[in-house]
T-cell receptor, first 116, second 113 residues
Framework: GAVVSQHPSWVICKSGTSVKIECRSL??????MFWYRQFPKQSLMLMATSNEGSKATYEQGVEKDKFLINHASLTLSTLTVTSAHPEDSSFYICSASRDRSPRVQYFGPGTRLLVL | AQSVAQPEDQVNVAEGNPLTVKCTYS??????LFWYVQYPNRGLQFLLKYITGDNLVKGSYGFEAEFNKSQTSFHLKKPSALVSDSALYFC???????????FGTGTRLQVFP
């Protein structure tokens, strides 16, 4: 149990285009979903926290208009990188939390984005 | 500032030997503590957690971790390492008043045959 999927697993796009990444909890309802970014050989940096039906809470320094997050249902959250630029190239990982407490986060397999 | 430290970038151990991956934290209050493992080009897999109670926590794949409040440490251990344990290990802390996880920088474990 507690499986989280992401789609696509990797994407290459041209600079200036927008890319949408989906995160799904397959066998549980996720009260909260999280989006992280991981640079090579570095740790995970939290970008935003989203709760179903409400606006996402972004971490300091993360551009809301550039990284659009939609949490449409208890099993689906999407991250859209708008007007992508090469510096947005990274590994994006989502996680989902189902428990009331202590709310273990279960992670998706990640999406590697390369912006040319 | 709240932080998690994994002092070793890499840990090398021979197969069959015990392994320890270190983690210390600086968080106010009584946090929840987690270990995750990441294989190449994959997301993180949950290994174990400490919430309260017994300081020795047992998790997946034979791993365990010992919580030491006085030393603010949560070291990951395994009595006998396998080559398949080779991966990147992350320690994470969740302060008691938030859902957010604070991650360490990760430790690469290399188990040699």
């Amino acid at each position: 149990g507690a499986v989280v999927s992401q789609h696509p697993s990797w994407v290459i796009c041209k600079s200036g285009t927008s890319v949408k990444i989906e995160c799904r909890s397959l066998d549980f309802q996720a009260t909260t979903m999280f989006w992280y970014r991981q640079f090579p050989k570095q740790s995970l940096m939290l970008m935003a926290t989203s709760n179903e039906g409400s606006k996402a809470t972004y971490e300091q320094g993360v551009e809301k208009d550039k990284f659009l997050i939609n949490h449409a249902s208890l099993t689906l959250s999407t991250l859209t990188v708008t007007s992508a630029h090469p510096e947005d190239s990274s590994f994006y990982i989502c996680s989902a939390s189902r428990d009331r407490s202590p709310r273990v986060q279960y992670f998706g397999p990640g999406t590697r984005l390369l912006v040319l | 500032a709240q932080s998690v430290a994994q002092p070793e970038d890499q840990v090398n151990v021979a197969e069959g030997n015990p392994l320890t991956v270190k983690c210390t934290y600086s968080v106010s209050g009584n946090p929840y503590l987690f270990w995750y493992v990441q294989y190449p080009n994959r997301g993180l897999q949950f290994l174990l957690k400490y919430i309260t109670g017994d300081n020795l926590v047992k998790g997946s794949y034979g791993f365990e971790a010992e919580f030491n409040k006085s030393q603010t440490s949560f070291h990951l251990k395994k009595p006998s390492a396998l080559v398949s344990d080779s991966a990147l290990y992350f320690c994470a802390v969740r302060p008691y008043n938030t859902d957010k996880l604070i991650f360490g920088t990760g430790t690469r474990l290399q188990v040699f045959p």
